[in-house]
């Protein structure tokens, strides 16, 4: 006898919902990241690559697609559509939005679209905030961090740096807008997280004076060359890239979150392989680190490259649905699957009674 199964009701999460969810809980968000990269770790998630969509006449925007599967206790699929549109910034809106889809483990029915500019940069967030931390294990915890680039990306880290426990006598800033640089830093000082702000002119000076850095811009290649300038081998978030040149690469141990998915698009991993003919430089995933398996050494840079994993968007995005399905909060779209009978009869129970 087949099994019955119904189509699940599909809701909509704003980004209000979402946030509500997120906000304060940077803890159990970066315990969520930590348990996703576990089940990635184990095999047991789909991962393809990432979709570019590009434009020729704004070669600076691009819209990409994460589709991706996890099980684990999660268990769900989906699909983040993420824009990248530089130039907002200059309108006064954000750089990057996006929405995230979930589809049913059991029917493939899609049951959610989530805001999704909140769960991406808390997902990116919570992974350098997981990888400071496992790195830094083996060495002197930073008390000094340095910021490169200063938009919504930046401001997570820091937000879940200091909602996980770090705090820091120095927090250095450094921007090629001024007036960016200038705003982050009152950020900094605002949020009460404590530790002297300090902008700097140039990145030189930001990097040789932190023991943890941040790179957190939108550069398109590396522009970062100078291997001495992390001559006292500080641990190195790579968030955004694409900021340094192989040279610092080969000179520094290498951890990423996933190799097949880091080594591509022209990052700084991807342009280390095709300069050096392979994958040497590369010490090994995250997952390594969490299991046990790789230690990095404390007499080295050590700099962690993510790309980003859309299975970490689904973890966050199934706890949001979740929490909003439990407050009796979630918002559902009446008849969204207006023909669920194959042979187009009405009245047939979409499994919501």
């Known amino acids: ?36 990269y576990r089940v990635h770790g184990e095999g047991d998630t789909v991962n393809p690559p990432s979709y570019f969509l590009r434009f020729p006449d704004r070669p600076s925007s691009r819209i990409i697609a994460l589709p991706a599967s996890i099980g684990g206790g999660t268990r769900v699929e989906g699909l983040k559509w993420i824009s990248s549109f530089p130039e907002n910034v200059a309108a006064g809106i954000p750089r990057a939005s996006a929405v995230l889809v979930l589809n049913d483990y059991d029917t493939g029915y899609p049951f959610a679209c989530l805001e999704s500019s909140i769960i991406s ?18 060495r002197d915890r930073p008390r000094r961090v340095g910021f490169i680039g200063t938009g919504l990306i930046a401001r997570h880290i820091h937000t879940y740096l200091a909602g996980t426990g770090w705090d820091f006598d120095e927090v250095g800033v ?6 960016h640089a200038a705003g982050f830093a009152s950020y900094v000082t605002d949020s009460g997280a404590g530790g002297r702000v300090t902008v700097h ?74 300069l050096t003919g392979n994958r040497d430089f ?29 299975v970490l968007d ?17 918002h559902v779209v009446d008849g969204f699957f207006h023909e669920i009978d194959r042979y187009g009869r009405s009245g047939v129970p979409d499994g919501r009674s």
């Open 1 to 36: 006898m087949t099994q019955q199964v119904h189509v699940p009701p599909f809701a909509v999460i704003p980004g209000e919902q979402v946030h509500r969810v997120l906000a304060g809980h940077e803890k159990r968000t970066l315990e969520l990241v930590a348990e996703a």
């Open 121 to 138: 940069a808390a997902r990116t967030a919570a992974s350098a905030a997981l990888a400071a931390d496992l790195l830094s294990r083996d």
């Open 174 to 179: 450094h921007d090629l807008s001024a007036e």
């Open 201 to 274: 002119e140039r990145a030189e000076d930001l990097v040789r004076s932190s023991d943890l850095v941040v790179f957190a811009t939108v550069a398109a290649k590396p522009h970062v060359t100078d291997v001495t300038w992390f001559a006292h081998h500080p641990l190195v978030l790579n968030v955004s890239l694409r900021d340094l040149a192989p040279e610092v690469l080969l000179d520094s141990a290498n951890v990423v979150d996933d190799i097949e998915h880091c080594l591509k698009a022209d990052t700084s991993p991807h342009l280390t392989e095709q």
């Open 282 to 310: 590369i010490d090994g995933t995250l997952y390594d680190v969490i299991d046990g398996r790789l230690r990095v050494p404390a007499d080295r840079t050590v700099v962690f490259s993510p790309f980003g994993l859309g």
């Open 314 to 330: 689904l973890a966050l995005g199934k706890h949001v649905y979740d929490a909003v399905r439990e407050s009796g909060r979630l």
